[in-house]
């Protein structure tokens, strides 16, 4: 009995076993994709650190546009209180004009 469950077990892996070329032919074009799978990988990897230097320079560039854009606010608001000076310097030249008139008269 024995021996017949062995020869039994025997039969069952000989027809389950695949010969070296079986294998080779199944596993060639998987190994195919695979490759094509890591090279598109290794693409996109490429693409993505493209990309996230171009949005390093971007955000680099942005911050500088806004330190730019602060130095103009400061010297817009420089001018304008030099404007509202004068214009007050303005209006005291004016008044004093007109007094030197009066009292000329």
Do not use: H, W, Y
Request: with cysteine.
């Amino acid at each position: 009995m024995k021996r017949i469950m062995g020869l039994m077990v025997i039969a069952l892996l000989a027809a389950g076993c695949a010969t070296n070329s079986a294998i080779k032919e199944q596993i060639d074009p998987l190994a195919s994709k695979i490759t094509s799978m890591e090279q598109k990988q290794a693409d996109l990897d490429a693409k993505l650190a493209d990309i996230s230097k171009k949005q390093d320079a971007q955000a680099a560039d942005i911050q500088g546009l806004r330190g730019e854009m602060g130095q103009a606010q400061a010297a817009a608001q420089r001018a304008e209180d030099a404007a509202n000076r004068a214009e007050s310097a303005a209006e005291k030249s004016t008044k004093a004009f007109a007094l030197g008139q009066k009292k000329g008269k």
